[in-house]
């Protein structure tokens, strides 16, 4: 057996892993995609500032090429790919992205529209005017240096800082467990609130959104709902609207056009423009005329022309709500704080912020009074030097060297090392204008500035007035007007539909497999009713007169709700076919149409009952199967089915409180009538509740729901042997929900008779055609039968060995204009 090898470490694949990518994610949240928030700085953004700044690459020097930085980046600090580290640089010099861009850039840094930018060998850039109030005194040891990836060179951890750069510029990014979304902001603003903390420690959030109205885009535009604003201060995490500066203009002829010149922060303005391009071409509202990008060099212009007597608030209104002229934007401003990531509010990232520039200039103070200290010993020794100056020159020209000469100096007139060394580097030509009252002047200045920097360090008053006195400097230099209005509340959209659409009388037509289509009255009044487009085998289950400013609910077998506007329809010929509803929404394949109501409004006054095959029963408000967002994409629950056996098999729409009752039949042969009221109203998404006591292997055919104050309303069993039989159902004996019933056939000991369909015969009005599982079709007359007892099994129509087995019908005028069907 071999021996085990002492340097090989056993470990479970857990272990590792969960190390491995512990660490990983330690590395990208603190050194990749999360800000640090003393400098407001990701690791690659402050590497590229600061080597641009170490070549000198700034803003009183000429441009040089990017590729150069981005070498350096690499070489350097950074070892990464270089596309990432140029698309750094390039952010920090978009406009439209950055409230103060960082870098200055000559040649195509992209686009608003998402072009790209042109590639780093083409582009020059250097430091902008305000990236060097972040690497003021960067030179006095005024932040911590650590050695780079090669420990070739050192970099510094974060950067001075004369403004708090988290909150003027933001930033965005993604890591390992955490996101931030930080907006830009104002710089006068933050400056301004922050002067105001370390004036008022105690300051709240609320005080200081006095001075912090809120996020300030460079791509200005509208934010509504201050409550949401108030939360992303106060805990880090809140949800605000930003919608687009527009104004409507007024057109010679009675025209008017609406004009964007800002939009929201981060929308891609050739997406925006395309999309509702697309709206116009795709007429999903009427009377646009034009949609054009105006935009140049002056600024963003868009332009949307209407056509003549077009309301441009409605179109305005429905713009807002389904294209990006209007977006939420959530904040979520997580930063790195004492190395670690943490969600914060405006508070403490100013407070942050206040602890890192009093750390800036302690270490700035300590350092120059280290170096006035060193000189004013300098220039003591100096000033002592030229009053016995023919004594120095004689103990300096008897010394054998140097550091003979400096020894005798020290041994001699008791100078320091530090002085001997400066008066035996004096060049001799300095002894020309060498005053002894410059010297004496320069000392009292190095006096005065020693006491004032002793001073700062030994009183915190005096150390805030400098910070204050810098901030003010700052905000003077380089405050600019708010872009971006506030506004205090959201604005709810609705759009007029009447306003947007043409109104128009069509057809509506929706047929069993899943054809639907709107027809003009012309084309339809061109052919014969029964010309209608359809495939073989299918037929028409809803196809009515309606106008385009109404909608049509379809259910089908699986339970799903399918909502339509009529004039989202497509517009097609009577006699050609529909388009299928799989083009926009996925069914399954044995899922048909079952029901098609028309609707003018979702009134809570207004219910559905619907009743399943495995027995159970609910009813619904109509409010409920409003139009959710998703409604052009996918279908919404209509009922939820326990199994996957079990199906939607009727649907009722009642639109009054009257008194009703609900009649079910079951395969096997029992009907159970029992009054509607015992069925719970509940929600779309709910199973309902037991609707009728079932036999094993028995299930529900079908159910109808009818008003109990009338003398007659008539049903037709038709069974699998071809027996079609009349009942009027006001004469059922009423029992009680979920009971198993009583038997409405008469039971045969040999081939007994099962009921297939249940037909609502209303008052005897339609013909109607009933289809058998060998393609086959008969027509029922209901008038021409008798209402039969319980007993009754009826009269056949058809031979089940030659024409086959009933399983659907249809009415032959298909009219569900009534108040229930």
């Known amino acids: ?162 403004y708090p750069n988290l909150l003027v510029n933001g930033a965005t990014g993604i890591s390992a467990g955490y996101a931030t979304d930080i907006p830009p902001h104002n710089i006068g603003e933050v400056i301004d609130a922050s002067i105001h903390l370390i004036s008022h420690p105690k300051a709240t959030t609320k005080e200081l959104m006095q001075f912090v109205k809120g996020p300030d885009f460079p791509t200005g535009g509208i934010i509504q709902g201050v409550a949401g604003l108030t939360a992303a201060y106060e805990t880090g995490k809140g949800k605000i609207v930003v919608r687009s500066k527009t104004e409507i203009e007024e057109l010679r002829g009675g025209k008017q056009q609406i004009v964007i010149t800002e939009i929201p922060y981060e929308v891609n303005k050739a997406n925006l423009v395309r999309k509702m391009d697309e709206i116009r071409i795709n007429r999903k509202i009427e009377g646009i005329a034009e949609v054009r990008d105006e935009s140049d060099r002056t600024g963003l212009r868009i332009v949307i022309e209407l056509k003549k007597e077009t309301n441009a608030e409605g179109i305005l209104t429905y713009f807002l709500k389904n294209t990006d002229l209007q977006v939420s934007y959530n904040l979520n401003m997580v930063a790195i704080d004492d190395k670690r990531p943490q969600q914060v509010g405006l508070k403490q990232i100013i407070q942050a912020y206040i602890g890192h520039k009093k750390q800036v200039i302690l270490k700035r103070t300590e350092f120059l009074l280290r170096k006035d200290h060193k000189r004013e010993h300098i220039v003591a020794g100096l000033i002592k030097a030229i009053s016995i100056l023919d004594d120095v020159i004689r103990v300096i020209r008897n010394s054998q060297n140097k550091s003979d000469a400096k020894n005798n100096l020290i041994t001699k007139y008791e100078f320091t090392e530090a002085q001997a060394e400066a008066i035996v580097s004096l060049q001799l030509y300095r002894l020309t204008n060498t005053d002894i009252t410059q010297l004496q002047k320069e000392e009292a200045e190095l006096q005065e500035r020693i006491k004032q920097y002793q001073e700062i360090l030994d009183s915190s008053t005096k150390l805030n007035n400098v910070m204050k006195k810098e901030l003010k400097e700052t905000r003077k230099a380089y405050a600019t007007d708010r872009l971006t209005i506030v506004q205090d509340k959201i604005e709810e959209l609705t759009v007029d539909t009447e306003v947007l659409i043409a109104e128009e009388d069509v057809v509506v037509s929706v047929t069993k497999e899943g054809y639907l289509k709107r027809t003009s009255l012309r084309s339809y009044g061109a052919s014969k009713p029964e010309e209608i487009g ?288």
């Open 1 to 162: 057996m071999s021996e085990k090898r002492i340097e090989v470490q056993e470990l479970t694949l857990e272990e590792v892993m969960g190390d491995r990518f512990g660490r990983y994610s330690k590395y990208i949240i603190q050194e990749r995609a999360l800000p640090d928030i003393r400098d407001g700085l990701k690791p690659v953004q402050r590497r590229i500032l600061y080597a641009m700044f170490s070549e000198g690459n700034t803003q009183d020097k000429g441009f040089r090429k990017s590729a150069k930085t981005v070498g350096n980046v690499i070489g350097n600090f950074h070892p990464h790919g270089d596309s990432s580290v140029y698309d750094a640089m390039v952010r920090l010099s978009q406009s439209w992205k950055m409230r103060e861009p960082l870098i200055d850039m000559h040649g195509n840094n992209g686009s608003m529209d998402g072009d790209p930018p042109a590639a780093m060998r083409y582009t020059e850039a250097r430091l902008s005017k305000i990236a060097a109030e972040l690497l003021a005194d960067i030179d006095k040891e005024t932040v911590e240096f650590v050695l780079n990836f090669d420990d070739t060179t050192h970099e510094p951890t974060v950067l001075p800082a004369r």
């Open 534 to 821: 359809l495939r073989e085998g299918d037929y028409p289950v809803f196809s009515e007169e309606m106008t385009t400013l109404q909608q049509i609910v379809i259910f089908t077998t699986k339970g799903n709700v399918i909502n339509r506007p009529v004039h989202e329809l497509p517009d097609i010929r009577w006699k050609d076919l529909g388009h299928h509803i799989s083009q926009s929404i996925a069914l399954r394949q044995d899922e048909k149409v079952l029901a098609v109501f028309k609707m003018n409004e979702f009134s809570s006054k207004n219910r559905f009952v619907l009743i399943t095959k495995q027995g159970f029963i609910k009813q619904t408000l109509a409010t409920e199967y409003e139009p959710k967002r998703t409604y052009r994409s996918r279908a919404a629950n209509g009922i939820k089915l326990k199994t996957d056996d079990d199906r939607l098999v009727a649907v009722y729409f009642l639109e009054n409180e009257n008194v009703r009752d609900v009649f079910l039949v079951s395969n096997k042969g029992f009907g159970l009538k029992y009054p509607l009221d015992e069925v719970s109203v509940v929600g779309a998404n709910a199973v309902g509740v037991k609707s009728m006591d079932l036999k094993e292997d028995d299930y529900v055919v079908s159910g109808i729901v009818f008003e109990q104050d009338q003398k007659q309303y008539n049903a037709l069993l038709v069974t699998q042997r071809g027996s079609v039989k009349k009942m009027n159902l006001i004469e059922f004996d009423t029992i009680s929900r979920a009971k198993r019933g009583l038997h409405v056939l008469k039971q045969l000991k040999k081939n007994p008779h099962r009921i297939n369909l249940l037909i609502d015969a209303k008052n005897n009005k339609e013909n109607i055609t009933i289809i058998t599982d060998k393609q086959k079709e008969f027509t029922v007359i209901p008038k021409d039968y008798k209402v039969s007892d319980r007993y009754n099994n009826g009269s056949f129509l058809l031979d089940e060995t030659t024409d086959g087995i009933p399983v659907d019908f249809r009415y032959d005028q298909v009219v569900i204009n009534e108040s229930e069907h």
